[in-house]
Structure formats: structure tokens, C-alpha cells
């Protein structure tokens, strides 16, 4: 029988405080099996990026534990920055230097030189279709091709785990394509272990083999996003109601909606109702039959099936856009803190 292989990364229990006043991680668990993708999911201000700075040594928890690579972030920092890559959120390249001297200064680091390091800053160079720009200087760059460098960069050493904190916001259509599609090579081709972190939900069920959904500085739920998604039965119906709901027009709602046959998990939250139905289509005459006898006025139904956004619904209790919105007025109001 082989030996079951190390976590690439595994977090127990992070908790961290900003000022003594904002609150990041209240008990974050990871744990990144070798040679897979892992997404963290979750709204701006969710933790994630507070997370990613722990293990990658450029914070410290308040209390918990965390190894990468096989080496304790507090104990030997040195050792797991020498294993890992870090694509971080702004962009890590001089803008004034080229592409090509970006990459030499970022393999010098590591201690590459002569041929070897020369032979992988073209490699990469060619990798990323960054060739023909090598000698022009970074601030002449897109954004598509600044996040190209950026990965380039986090790769150079040829690190055990890449971090890639936020890679495709602010990228357009077409360059966030790419980037999914590079992403997709570096953990199909060379079984890199990367731990991803992004508040797009597509992103994570395209890239993520497994995700946890993060929500206030903890992990709600974890697994496969075919799983996650599967755990929901049937599909889901969003119904927009023409006024808001008080206390006691949701409770009133919930048993009215809920004693339907074949409904499950009806949620309430002023104007948008959202309930689990074996069958979708056939459900929605039933609930705007019983909502018109509550004396409640029905603006649009819609059926789908189940996404991310229902399973962050059902874990965290509120929609993925409300808790992203809440979170960015939480960061502006406390000086942004991730």
C-alpha cells in the first residue's frame, strides 16, 4: 500500500484581527491536496486574500496553524517562500523595466543564472505569448498581458504551489478567457497545486476541482462544484414580489410556499423569494396560485438550474450579490481590510 502524500496546503483554524476592530478569519480551515486546483469562494471582504497572506508569509495569524509545501509558515517562512509562486492582486512587475529583465530580476532571487536562467525566461516568454513584447516596457502592456507577466513571474523558480489571488479581476472578456485557459494547462500539463481565490462564481466551477465557499472569515461548505451544486434537489425558482416583505409577511410566506407539494428551502428576504422545486416549470403556477391568494403580487419568476449562487444561498443564507455588495461597503468603511 502507497503512503498517503502530504496536503499541498492545510490551515487550521486562522483567525485574524485588523486594528482590533475588523474581524477577517474567525476559524478558517484549508486543505489543498498536491497537484489540484483549489478554489476559495467568496464575496470581496470574505477573507481570502487575508488567508492567502498567511500562507504565503506576508501575514500572521492571531492564532491557528498553517503548513505549505510541507513547512510551517511561522516556524520556516524562508523555506515556504522558496516553494511557493504568489500572483497577487496588483500587478508585482517594475513597469519601467522590460518583460524579459522582469523575469531575470525575478530568477536572479531564486538564484538562476547564465544559460538556465536565460533558457527560462524564454521558455516562458514564449509560453505566454509575451516574446514579441520582451524588450518593450511593462507600462506599455494591456492588462491581459501584465497578468501573463505577472503568472510568468510566480513561475520562474518552478514552485511546488502557485497562489493566484484575484487573477482575472479587471481583465476583459477575451484576456480572462486566456488566463482560464493557462490556468487549465499549468494544473492539466505540469500538475501544478494551485490555490485559486475569486469572487467569480463561473471562474470557480470552471477551474476549481474542489472550493470551499468562504462567508465572514470562515468556510460555510466545501467540496466538488458538481457536488455542491448537486446536494440542491431539483431546480431553483427566484421569484421578484412587487413590494417587500416585514417579519411577518416572510414567516407567513415560508409556511404558505413550503406546504406546496414538491417545494423545499424557501427563503425570504424583502422583495426576492427563492424556493428548491422538484420540477421548475411545473411549480411556478402553484406558487403564483398561492401567492396571489396571500395577497401578494408576483413582477417576474424565473426557473434555473442549480448554480453556486444557490449553493452560497443555501449555506450562507443570503444571495451571493447581496453578501458581495455588504462586504464592500464593510471594506471601504473600515479602510480595506481582505
Not at 497577487?88 to 522582469?102: K, L
Not at 530568477?107 to 514564449?126: Q, T, W
Not at 443555501?314 to 455588504?326: I, V
Request: charged share 25%; proline share 4%; net charge negative.
Amino acid at each position: 500500500m502507497s503512503a498517503t502524500r502530504a496536503p499541498a496546503v492545510e490551515a487550521r483554524q486562522l483567525i485574524k484581527t485588523y486594528a482590533g476592530e475588523v474581524t477577517a478569519l474567525c476559524g478558517m480551515d484549508v486543505t489543498v491536496e498536491p497537484g489540484t486546483v483549489f478554489g476559495l469562494l467568496g464575496p470581496n471582504g470574505a477573507g481570502k486574500s487575508t488567508t492567502v497572506k498567511i500562507l504565503t508569509t506576508l501575514a500572521e495569524p492571531d492564532s491557528g496553524t498553517a503548513t505549505v509545501a510541507g513547512h510551517d509558515v511561522l516556524r520556516h517562512p524562508d523555506r515556504v517562500r522558496r516553494a511557493i509562486g504568489v500572483v497577487a492582486q496588483s500587478s508585482g512587475a517594475d513597469p519601467v523595466a522590460t518583460g524579459r529583465e522582469n523575469l531575470q530580476l525575478q530568477g536572479r532571487l531564486y538564484g538562476l543564472k547564465g544559460a538556465a536562467l536565460n533558457g527560462r525566461v524564454d521558455e516562458l516568454l514564449d509560453r505566454f505569448s509575451l516574446a514579441d513584447a520582451a524588450k518593450r516596457p511593462v507600462k506599455g502592456y494591456s492588462g491581459g498581458m501584465r497578468r501573463r507577466l505577472d503568472v510568468a513571474l510566480g513561475l520562474v523558480h518552478r514552485p511546488e504551489v502557485l497562489f493566484l489571488d484575484e487573477p482575472t479581476t479587471g481583465l476583459d472578456p477575451e484576456a480572462r478567457t486566456a488566463m482560464w485557459d493557462e490556468i487549465d494547462r499549468l494544473a492539466g500539463e505540469e500538475g501544478l497545486t494551485i490555490l485559486l481565490t475569486t469572487h467569480y462564481l463561473e471562474e470557480a466551477d470552471r477551474l476549481a476541482e474542489r472550493i470551499a465557499i468562504v462567508d465572514r472569515g470562515r468556510v460555510v461548505v466545501e467540496g466538488t462544484p458538481d457536488s455542491l451544486k448537486g446536494e440542491l434537489r431539483g431546480d431553483a425558482v427566484h421569484l421578484e414580489l412587487r413590494e417587500a416583505v416585514g417579519e411577518a409577511g416572510r414567516t407567513l410566506l415560508r409556511g404558505v410556499l413550503g406546504s406546496l407539494p414538491g417545494m423545499h428551502e424557501v427563503l425570504v428576504d424583502g422583495r426576492r423569494v427563492s424556493v428548491r422545486a422538484d420540477d421548475g416549470a411545473a411549480a411556478v403556477p402553484a406558487l403564483l396560485g398561492a401567492l396571489e391568494r396571500a395577497g401578494v403580487g408576483v413582477a417576474a419568476a424565473t426557473v434555473a438550474r442549480p448554480s453556486l449562487d444557490d449553493v452560497y444561498l443555501r449555506y450562507a443564507g443570503r444571495r451571493y450579490s447581496e453578501a458581495d455588495a455588504e462586504a464592500t461597503e464593510n471594506l471601504v468603511l473600515a479602510g480595506g481590510a481582505r
